[in-house]
């Protein structure tokens, strides 16, 4: 099983739409959260972090966590074109040493 | 964001030339990171860097060296690259509380395009 995982998608919204992004992850003592926005040809850039079970919003942006279900997620509402993306999930483990571990990142595209 | 830097931006280089690929961050962070990213490839970590020390070398074949001569600059030294070491290449850098248990976000650099011959 892959400590990381995500669909690669893509996954096709319509403009306006709700744009929803999962991520499981195996290592029930991570404790840290990211999910990073990725253009094509460009670095990965924060969009938010969550450490805590529940929700934290920012903007038109949704994190939810779920620590017993090993799950996170991200929401993106009145999705935009310009949201259209590759969207990474990120883990930390401290374990010994710590661990920063990526997922393979969900392709979104939101339709005009 | 001109936080953490990347030189050069691309770079095309033969199978036996030597070159180096430099990464500074502003931040006043403590850890560095490479990483590569082939297409269609997630983000495969190489090496970090925590307080200049080496702390993790995920299995990465020695023509790729790197070097952290303090917490502000990163290189990775290249040398007889072979043609599928082309790919993009990001540094990035973060802030470890002292007690190793606080990790913060990861501030990546534009990244270093390269591709080998």
């Known amino acids: 099983q892959k400590e990381v995982e995500q669909n690669s998608g893509p ?3 319509p403009e306006g739409a709700i744009a929803s992004l999962n991520c499981t992850y195996s290592d029930r003592g991570s404790q840290s959260f990211f999910w990073y926005r990725q253009y094509s040809g460009k670095s990965p850039e924060l969009i938010m972090f969550i450490y805590s079970n529940g929700d934290k919003e920012d ?3 949704t994190a939810q966590l779920n620590k017993a279900s090993q799950y996170v997620s991200l929401l993106i509402r009145d999705s935009q074109p310009s949201d ?14 710590y661990k920063y571990i990526f997922g393979t990142g969900t392709r979104l595209k939101v339709l005009a | 964001e001109t936080g ?6 691309h770079l095309v280089m033969g ?3 030597k070159k180096s690929l430099k990464c500074e961050q502003h931040l006043g962070h403590n850890a560095m990171y490479w990483y590569k990213q082939s297409a269609k490839k997630p983000l495969e970590l190489m090496f970090v860097y925590n307080f200049k020390e080496q702390t993790e070398n995920n299995s990465v074949p020695s023509r790729f060296s790197p070097e952290c001569p303090n917490s502000s600059h990163l290189f990775l030294h290249l040398h007889t690259l072979q043609p599928e070491d082309s790919a993009l ?12 248990g606080t990790q913060e976000t990861q501030y990546f650099g534009p990244g270093t395009r390269l591709l080998v011959l």
């Open chain 1, 59 to 61: 903007g038109r942006f």
């Open chain 2, 15 to 17: 199978m036996t030339n």
């Open chain 2, 4 to 9: 953490v830097t990347q030189t050069p931006r």
């Open chain 2, 89 to 100: 290449y990001l540094c990035a850098s973060s802030l470890i509380g002292l007690a190793g």
């Open chain 1, 84 to 97: 259209s993306a590759t969207y990474l999930c990120a883990v930390t483990v401290t374990s010994g040493t």
């Open chain 1, 11 to 13: 996954l096709s919204v």
